[in-house]
């Protein structure tokens, strides 16, 4: 089981460039969270998908961000037009039990970390 | 809204030592309550899950209380180690949504 995949690890945009991160949640796992965790601060929620839907996106920014997770292959999270305020690590998360359990572990990939030039 | 806050931000203890990071949080109509360890650069490693009905959870050297009526967890750690120093996060997820809501977090350090 190779846990939650997050690439790349580590991206280099300027200003106005695109940056796309992908997650592959754990093997059996069907939910995916998206967190951003800025310099010196704790992880803000983004946005909840299951297979082909998102559930929650309130902690998007309603513009240039945008997040996927399609019926085959990784979540995708989509930063249009970077600016250098989108720098921080962004954690996906997924989890496999039905919502409403309060069993429900979330297990965390190692992180992309965006630096906006 | 729920909000969670973790005090002290930062701790710095001799080897050795046992202690106890608090977390609250504003909601208590929680699903569950994790508590989880980053080191600088890393991703967040789980450490323990309290559910809404258990009352604490013990994994090692780790125990986490939790008291839903006041809003409140413990993170107990006993004997401490240089390798314990890290950031120690705690989570609350809310019946009725899907966000995990994270504290600041307390950065430890353990002397040598």
């Known amino acids: 089981n190779a846990g939650v995949m997050q690439n790349p690890r580590h991206l280099v945009r300027r200003r106005g460039q695109e940056a796309r991160l992908r997650c592959s949640p754990m093997?059996?796992?069907?939910?995916v969270y998206w967190y951003r965790q800025l310099p010196e601060e704790g992880l803000k929620f983004m946005v909840y998908?299951?297979?082909?839907?998102?559930?929650?996106e309130s902690g998007m920014p309603k513009e240039r961000f945008s997040a996927e997770f399609p019926k085959e292959g990784p979540s995708i999270l989509r930063i249009q037009q970077v600016v250098r305020g989108d720098s921080a690590a962004y954690f996906c998360?997924?989890?496999?039990?039905?919502?409403?359990?309060?069993?429900?572990?979330?297990?965390f990939g190692a992180g992309s970390r965006l630096t906006v030039l | 809204k729920q909000e969670v806050t973790q005090i002290p931000a930062a701790l710095s203890v001799p080897e050795g030592e046992n202690l106890v990071l608090n977390c609250s949080f504003t909601?208590?109509?929680?699903?569950?309550l994790q508590w989880f360890r980053q080191d600088p650069g890393k991703g967040l490693t789980s450490l323990l899950l309290?559910?809404?009905?258990?009352r604490e959870q013990t994994s090692g050297r780790l125990n986490a209380s939790l008291d839903k009526s006041s809003g409140r967890s413990t993170l107990y750690i006993a004997a401490s180690q240089p390798g314990d120093s890290a950031t120690y996060l705690c989570?609350?997820?809310?019946?009725?949504?899907?966000?995990?809501?994270f504290g600041a977090g307390t950065r430890l350090f353990v002397k040598a």
């Open positions: 998360a997924s989890s496999h039990l039905q919502e409403g359990s309060g069993a429900n572990v979330l297990t």
């Open positions: 909601d208590s109509a929680i699903y569950n």
């Open positions: 989570a609350v997820r809310n019946t009725g949504g899907f966000k995990t809501i």
């Open positions: 998908l299951q297979k082909e839907n998102i559930i929650d």
């Open positions: 309290i559910q809404s009905s258990q």
């Open positions: 093997k059996g796992h069907s939910h």
